[in-house]
Structure formats: C-alpha cells, structure tokens
C-alpha cells in the first residue's frame, strides 16, 4: 500500500495541482492531508479537487487554521475520509487520527486530543498496520527543537507510547518538515508541504 501524506498547504493551490499530479504518477493508494489546508480558514477553494480529479483517495484532518465544519463541509462534498475522531482502514491498514491542535484560534485541550485519538484507534487496533495523523508533533520530540512557539501535545506523546503505530504522521511546525524519528517503534514524521510517499 502507498500513502501519500502532506500538511500545511494554507491555500496554496499551485501546489495542490503538483502534489496531486505526482501521488497520481506515484499511484498511491491514498492521501493523507494532515491539517492547515487553509490560511484562517479562507481559500477552501481547489484544496480538494486537484486530487478528486485524478481519482485519489483522501482524508483528512483539521489543523490550527481551520474549524472542523469547514472539514466537515470537505468531507461531504468530495466524498472524502474525515479522520478526526473516527478512523478507517484499506488492505489491512488502519488509521486514526485527530486534527486541530494544543494552541490557536481551533486549539483543543490535552485531553480532548487524546480522547479522539483514543476513540478512533479503537476501531482498528487489530489491523495489522497503523497510521496515527494529527497536525500537532508530540512533546519531547526531535520536532519539538526546531521551534520555540509550538509547543508538542502531551495527550499524542502518550498516544503514540500507548498505541505504539507504525506510523504517526504530523506538520504544524514548518521548520521542522521533513525530519523524522523513532518513539519507541513508532516512526515519527513531519510531513510538510513537500510531502512524504510512504509504502506499508
């Protein structure tokens, strides 16, 4: 199975129409869009179909920039996978997730952050493979150096030990796109705009 998974994209829909041309030539299974599709929640406009129009698969989740009604609004009208606080599976792969973040206008606490990320890995927690997605980095974490204004969320910290997936797969902190690590056997990644293409 190949994932395509990207975060922070606020608007940007240049690069949507790129990103989809290459997960279509990649022929990923799906992608993962990881929060901050907007810019304060304004230019929802072509986020989504880029990606639609090349038959893809997507999820998503809510970052800081955007309500989850906007997501909300997404999710219906382009058939899409709202991950947050729910979770889905394809060819034996979980996922779960839980949008939003620990700071900004959309923040949520602690524990509701673990609470959702709780509630969707209860569905898939016999799947062979998981993926965790959320927009905000764990505390503690490699992520956490590269910025003094974005603190890490304790509640996806405690997930990530407490579920250990294969995979937890997050952005937000743009400085740090790209960088990768281990939590115990979970591979962590900040996915970024540029985008990461990941085989199970």
Same mark, same amino acid.
């Given at each position: ?29 799906? !992608?993962? #869009?990881? =929060?901050?599709?907007?810019?304060? /929640? ?6 989504? +179909?880029p990606f639609k129009e090349k038959g893809l698969k997507v999820g998503i989740i809510p970052g800081n920039h955007e309500p989850t009604s906007t997501i909300n609004f997404l999710t219906e009208r382009y058939k899409? !996978?709202? #991950?947050? =606080?729910?979770?889905?599976?394809? /060819? ?6 839980? +949008? ?22 209860k569905s898939i927690e016999d799947k062979r493979k998981k993926i965790m997605v959320t927009h905000v ?64």
């Amino acid at each position: 199975m190949k994932i395509m998974a990207l975060s922070d994209i606020h608007g940007d829909i240049n690069l949507v129409r790129a990103k989809a041309e290459e997960a279509k030539k990649a022929n990923v299974d799906f !992608v993962l #869009l990881c =929060g901050d599709l907007t810019l304060n /929640d304004s230019r929802t406009e072509g986020i989504i +179909g880029p990606f639609k129009e090349k038959g893809l698969k997507v999820g998503i989740i809510p970052g800081n920039h955007e309500p989850t009604s906007t997501i909300n609004f997404l999710t219906e009208r382009y058939k899409l !996978v709202n #991950l947050h =606080g729910y979770s889905y599976y394809l /060819d034996r792969v979980g996922m779960f997730g839980c +949008g939003s973040a620990n700071i900004g206008l959309f923040q949520l606490s602690e524990e509701e952050i673990f609470n959702f990320l709780e509630k969707g890995h209860k569905s898939i927690e016999d799947k062979r493979k998981k993926i965790m997605v959320t927009h905000v980095h764990p505390s503690g974490s490699l992520i956490e150096k590269f910025t003094h204004f974005f603190p890490g969320s304790d509640a996806v910290r405690y997930a990530i030990e407490k579920f250990q997936p294969d995979l937890a797969l997050c952005g937000h902190v743009h400085e740090a796109e790209g960088i990768e690590e281990l939590i115990g056997k979970t591979r962590v990644i900040n996915v970024g705009r540029k985008g990461k293409i990941l085989e199970l």
